[in-house]
């Protein structure tokens, strides 16, 4: 080991520690760390992949079960609320999305929500035969992107969202971004975006898997006409948690939805031979939806309740500047890179760090009971779900990435092996 | 009320009762009621519409929350094996439905999964452009399949399946049929249909909602392409528990399904940009699947450990035969019409009362704990989950039932409201 490579001296901790421990004392969202069961001895930085467990959770779970399930059977499809559950997490889910009311509906996942909105967008543009996706999106994106423009006879553009300007013209029916990017967590300008989408005559789809619950989202506001997102990430829904999709109030009228299940028809219990959308935001039901799931996602979501989203996001900018900070001033000697965006308006709500053995540094930081993740080849994604995250926890983590470095701990072999699901 | 009104002299209920107990004493699968938690007083004939909750589902349900998810979080996909849980839960469904390993596939709603395998089966015959579906059919069944043809170009037919034989020629690309009807019970035959449309050169989708975990299903021995089918209903899977897929292994090859989330990918976690499809039945797969549900249905379907479906057919077949023999005998009088087959190898796992005021006579039982549904305009569906219905209770709720009609109780005001959900 180089002298260069040794760690800088542990004097300076103790002033490090105090100045997380003051930002936390004075963050004014910090009541709802208690509205989480995070286990003793882990620092969770994957939040942007599965949030963690809202204490509300287990009971509304074992009400669903023994009242609702149990006891009232059949008769919680009215008695209990469960018909109107799509529409009722939905609104939840809007009121974070900065929608007005009746726009979001919430049911199925991402990858089959993607499908009904890039369907129906396409729909709506007719005589325009090119769908534009982003080649850097999430794998999903791309492939129902795809999908959608061989069964309605679509040419799919993968243009990267900085080169969007140049591409859009009179063929354009549809773009569909990612509002952050999952690896980089770059950011990028809903509104604009939106509106340069618009002056072309085309819809606007947004993804906000990564965006939804860590961050500002004003499709109101932004005029956007369709937006997906999951349930599982900074929601805290739980695994597989149902998506949503949001439908503009202007652009409900027309929409012409592909997966045409009983739900969504305007009388479903008249069982009507032929399908006629619901008129409302409810004509985004498809099937009956996984309703257990979709009851832990309700009460995981008053886990925002009496937390402004501008508090969220101070905090969020606040712990990812953390982290770029320390990887700045103490980590490029290991040649760590910060790959995500250093504008605070360019930055999602993770920061990427870009290093040699990414995948034996996240494996040795979880054998520490760090948990971020990696993204090949050489990313190393640490996410801050700014509800539950303290200041004192980014700390940790980072000096835990520090001495694994110093250490070389990662080039153990243990860590050398690829997990089957990263 | 006339005297043929009159209820029969109540001495014969004891005779009746008696033969009740014995038939539940000798009952070969009576144990498997001890596998679910009933609420006392009542007489649920609804498990056709929503399962009883299996005793086994809360304490799962309890580790999947504090310990896979709540402590382990984004390791449990590889440590708890959530990754896995589409196929595996899809093999412990397979094996109640004549499928051999690696042909099932868990997740989703019935709708989706349906759009999946119609596309799929559309697709499988290039050339041909007519699909056929039931007029009778559940609302979703046509609705899903008005949807396909339309984005596929095709001529959707409805043609009841008597009339299939007709119908069938060098047009027909894929045909699908419920195997037993919602709203009669009416089973058809499984094998000859799929064999007929086989000859035609057509392919074969069958819809198993009300026919899976009730009576024998042989897909591989039928030479069945695709299924599909829900896990709420006799699976007892929990409200919108997620459905499945039956792809046959010769079917799978070519299998071009329209969702293609990243899930179904050969390689998931290498992230690319182009979506090439799991060899496996994985391929089926579509987005995240929603895991605390699925964590249910898995649950769930230990209820059927050691249960033959032949043994659970017989008692399916001997309480519908209880239902049909009291109807006939003590209710024709007050115009009672039993409108499911007689004949057993056309009937499923439920009755269907054909009665004047159906839907105050279905309120007013369930005022009294018998928990049967309404089908518009005139049908009074009792079905019989044979894992946990008893002749003793198939035989009360019948009495119930011949009570209300001699009081003339459904006439009440209060049961002529129909419930928002029904």
Same mark, same amino acid.
């Given at each position: %080991?180089?002298?260069?490579?040794? /760690?800088?001296?542990?004097?300076?901790?103790p002033a490090l520690r105090a100045a997380a421990e003051v930002a936390d004392q004075t963050d004014p969202i910090a009541f709802a760390r208690q509205r989480f069961t995070l286990p003793a001895g882990v620092i969770y930085l994957d939040g942007n992949s599965l949030g963690a467990m809202p204490a509300a959770v287990p009971a509304a779970m074992a009400d669903a079960l023994a009242r609702q399930w149990g006891a009232d059977l059949?008769?919680?499809?009215n008695g209990n609320g469960w018909w109107q559950l799509p529409a009722s997490v939905g609104a939840q889910i809007g009121a974070l999305l900065g929608a007005g009311a009746g726009q979001v509906l919430c049911g199925d996942s991402t990858s089959v929500q993607l499908f009904q909105a890039l369907t129906a967008a396409a729909r709506a543009r007719p005589g325009r035969d090119v769908l534009i996706?982003?080649?850097?999106?999430? /794998?999903t994106d791309q492939y129902i992107a795809d999908s959608v423009g061989r069964l309605l006879g679509l040419e799919v553009r993968r243009i990267e969202p900085d080169q969007l300007g140049a591409a859009l013209d009179e063929r354009t029916a549809a773009v569909s971004f990612s509002l952050v990017d999952y690896r980089t967590g770059e950011l990028l300008d809903g509104e604009a975006i939106t509106a340069a989408v618009h002056r072309a005559g085309?819809? %606007?789809?947004?993804? $906000?898997?990564?965006?939804?619950?860590?961050?500002?989202?004003?499709l109101d506001a932004w005029q956007v006409d369709l937006a997906v997102g999951c349930g599982y990430?900074?929601?805290n829904g739980g695994p597989g948690a149902p998506a949503f999709i949001y439908v503009a109030e202007g652009f409900r009228a027309g929409l012409d939805l592909p997966l045409t299940g009983w739900h969504g028809h305007q009388s479903p219990f008249a069982l009507e031979q032929r399908y006629q959308p619901a008129a409302t935001i409810e004509r985004a039901r498809i099937g009956t939806p996984p309703v257990l799931s979709m009851l832990a996602l309700q009460a995981a979501l008053t886990a925002f309740d009496g937390v402004s989203i501008a508090a969220l996001r101070r905090k969020s900018l606040a712990l990812t500047e953390q982290i770029i900070a320390y990887a700045d001033e103490r980590l490029a000697r290991y040649d760590v890179r910060?790959?995500?965006p250093r504008a605070p308006e360019r930055r999602g709500s993770q920061v990427a $760090?870009? $290093? /040699?053995?990414? $995948?034996?540094v996240s494996q040795a930081l979880i054998a520490r009971g760090v948990i971020g993740d990696f993204r090949a080849p050489d990313l190393l994604r640490l996410g801050v779900a700014p509800l539950y995250l303290r200041h004192v926890d980014v700390l940790e983590a980072m000096q835990a990435l520090e001495d694994v470095l110093a250490s070389g701990a990662h080039l153990a072999p243990e860590f050398a092996q690829r997990p089957a699901v990263t």
């Open positions: %080991m180089s002298s260069e490579a040794r /760690p800088v001296p542990s004097a300076s901790r059949i008769t919680s499809w996706t982003d080649g850097s999106s999430f /794998p085309a819809v %606007m789809v947004w993804d $906000l898997c990564h965006a939804a619950g860590a961050l500002p989202v004003a990430k900074y929601f910060v790959r995500t $760090l870009q $290093l /040699p053995h990414a $995948l034996e």
